[in-house]
């Protein structure tokens, strides 16, 4: 009987480890699924609102906005020109719509005061605008508990020469920003001018609204081969957006289109610990382009710099394309 007891004792220790092998196996899968999940960070650029407006119409597109990030839980980066509001008619309340950004647990960050290109105007002039956006911004955040840390170009335009790329990215760094390229996103603005346009117009409207959410799912496919190409994988996309009434009508819609393609909704600091992100932004063009599209120029991998648009959003826009 010795021996039988020690065989079972011995094929009941195998089973032991097997079954810790494979607990081990399973874990380790789980770990490689969740680092490699998909994520997206919501940003939001031109606060309060990109067009001037009315008090009133301009409480409802914020309302609406954060309506939708507040029922699915949203934390997002909103990216703010204190100049627009300041030369407008309604200051008192487009200040209002900010606060509400803040007490609606967003968070906000420099679009520099005067949504200048940095184009056409010198480096000192671009630098002194941020700054004045910065002595806006600075208190307002400090009320809410926050600090000023992210900053995105308008335009996305970085530096058309390398001298000026060069000292904007370190007066950026010594004043303790953070950049916020993109890496999806781009033409929402298009379709939304395309959608005041036509306001009033239902079946019209309908189709603008129809054809942004197809862009949307459009501009991820388009991202996200462009990621595989030029990175080797998938990673955080960081999607950009615009204060406007397409966005406060059919946030909601753009948003389960992102959750139905499998991504999780995070926010930018989170997505930003990828480490894709610290290589930076590695060229100097004029032109305004996302973050994968940059690095696919730096590498020689050909793939276009922007999504193509619907062919009548541009003409109902009232906006000649390039």
Not at 11 to 16: A, D
Not at 75 to 92: C, M, Y
Not at 98 to 119: D, I, K, R
Not at 288 to 298: F, K, T, V, Y
Request: glycine share 4%.
């Amino acid at each position: 009987m010795k021996p039988l007891k020690t065989l079972i004792m011995k094929k009941s220790n195998l089973f032991v480890l097997l079954f810790i092998a494979l607990i081990g196996i399973i874990f380790q899968a789980c770990q490689e699924q969740e680092k490699h999940k998909r994520q997206l960070v919501i940003t939001i650029d031109d606060l309060p609102l990109v067009f001037p407006t009315t008090a009133d119409s301009a409480m409802l597109i914020t309302n609406k906005l954060l309506a939708t990030l507040t029922k699915y839980d949203i934390e997002s980066v909103g990216f703010v020109n204190e100049g627009k509001i300041l030369k407008s008619p309604h200051s008192d309340t487009l200040h209002q719509a900010l606060e509400l950004w803040l007490e609606n647990g967003q968070e906000l960050g420099n679009h520099t005061y005067s949504h200048y290109s940095l184009n056409e105007v010198s480096t000192d002039s671009f630098k002194n605008d941020i700054l004045l956006n910065e002595k806006y911004l600075q208190p307002l955040l400090e009320k809410h508990g926050q600090t000023l840390r992210y900053f995105r170009h308008p335009y996305l335009q970085t530096g058309g020469d390398s001298l000026k790329k060069e000292r904007i990215d370190q007066f950026l760094e010594t004043n303790g920003y953070t950049q916020a390229l993109i890496t999806s996103g781009y033409y929402d603005w298009l379709y939304a001018a395309a959608y005041r346009n036509v306001h009033g117009k239902r079946e019209l409207e309908e189709k603008v609204a129809n054809a942004y959410i197809d862009y949307i799912n459009r501009d991820l496919d388009f991202n996200e081969y462009a990621a595989n190409l030029v990175v080797g994988r998938e990673i955080p996309m960081i999607m950009m957006f615009h204060a406007n009434t397409l966005n406060a009508d059919h946030f909601e819609k753009v948003i389960q289109v992102i959750h139905q393609r499998g991504y999780e909704i995070v926010t930018l600091e989170e997505a930003l610990q990828d480490t894709i992100f610290q290589l930076g932004n590695p060229i100097v063009t004029t032109q305004p382009m996302g973050w994968l599209q940059r690095w696919a120029i730096h590498k020689g991998i050909p793939v276009d710099t922007l999504l193509q648009v619907d062919p009548f959003i541009p003409e109902l826009a009232n906006f000649k394309m390039y």
